[in-house]
């Protein structure tokens, strides 16, 4: 499935974009955000961006040419923006875009074992190279407690010490390579009626493992942090998440840069994708935009 671009309206209204304006989007994935800002500003916006992914960065660059911009678009973490915005002389950008997760591409043709419908090595990083850690890693050396924590932490999963103790056992017999061989273990882990559930049984294991594969968490404070010094004042910041963990980490950030008075919140609370875009696009339905303007 392509990549639907979610919250593509308002996160790019919000941002509130000028001529001149610098705009860094540490997400670029299939250029959804970025091609908007393109087609409305043309060269008058400058784009830099950043992606993990080396094949997200190769088809943005076709795509972005095609509407006539030249961007600066660098394979690189976005809690590394710090170093791409200095190699590039620039100081100061006007805003900032993170649309976090990862998109429909990877997840359906990656081969990276993003999902539990295809039978694919359990890779879960966002990079092609080797990443030293990678869901074979996790699963098949890391401890009982921890993995449990990492479930239960990163997508509240409610079975998640009846699934790190199936693991574990499991492993013992044969290592856990694919993304069927997981399931398999899930489903043993988990009640019938979880598994009857209106969400797939495996989907919060999957979840949880991807964060904590690539560093989600550490790299959303990284970036906010880094962010928010490399912001203009009457810049913006704009973060767009899909689960509760990240919002909270987004909400208390932008809650505290407001009560020092350094930031202004654009809306009191998150926007949300409106009953239309959920429908043409159910991967939608569990996002929230969060914007920020700093003022001091
Ligand atoms: C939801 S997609 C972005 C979609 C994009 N906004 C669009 O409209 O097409 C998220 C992208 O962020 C990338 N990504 C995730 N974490 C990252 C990080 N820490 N640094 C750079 N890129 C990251 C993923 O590889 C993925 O391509």
């Known amino acids: 499935m392509i990549h639907k671009t979610v919250l ?48 997200a960065i190769r088809n943005a660059e076709e795509k972005l040419s095609k509407i006539g911009c030249s961007a600066n678009l660098i394979l690189s973490d976005y809690r590394n923006m710090d170093v791409v915005l200095k190699n590039l002389g620039v100081e100061k950008v006007d805003a900032i875009l993170l649309d976090l997760g990862l998109s429909s591409d990877q997840l359906d043709a990656s081969g990276r074992g993003f999902s539990f419908k295809n039978n ?31 479930l239960y932490g990163y997508s509240d999963e409610r079975y998640s010490r009846r699934i790190a103790k199936a693991v ?29 559930g209106k969400t797939h049984f495996a989907t919060k294991t999957f979840q949880a493992l991807r964060i904590a594969v690539n560093d989600e968490i550490t790299a959303l404070k990284d970036g906010m942090r880094k962010g928010w010094e490399l912001l203009n004042v009457g810049g913006r910041m704009a973060i767009i998440s899909f689960h509760s963990v990240e919002d909270r980490e987004v909400k208390f950030f932008f809650k505290n840069k407001s009560k020092n008075e350094e930031g202004k919140l654009i809306n009191k609370k998150p926007i949300i994708p409106t009953d239309e ?14 914007v920020i303007e700093k003022i001091k």
Request: aromatic letters at 6%.
């Open 277 to 290: 875009e959920v429908r043409e696009n159910p991967r939608s339905r569990s996002a929230k935009l969060r």
């Open 120 to 150: 694919e090595p359990l890779l879960m990083t966002f990079s092609e190279d080797n990443q030293k850690v990678d869901a074979q890693v996790i699963l098949n050396n890391w401890s009982e407690e921890t993995i449990a924590d990492i």
């Open 8 to 55: 593509l309206n308002e996160s790019i209204e919000k941002l509130n974009l000028k001529d001149g304006s610098i705009y860094f989007d540490g997400t670029l994935g299939g250029a959804g955000h970025s091609s908007k800002v393109c087609s409305d500003f043309g060269d008058k916006v400058r784009i830099i961006a950043t992606d993990r992914d080396n094949l």
């Open 168 to 196: 574990v056992s499991a492993r013992k017999i044969k290592p856990i390579m694919t993304t069927f061989d997981l399931v398999e273990i899930i489903r043993s882990a988990v009640p019938a009626v979880y598994q009857r």
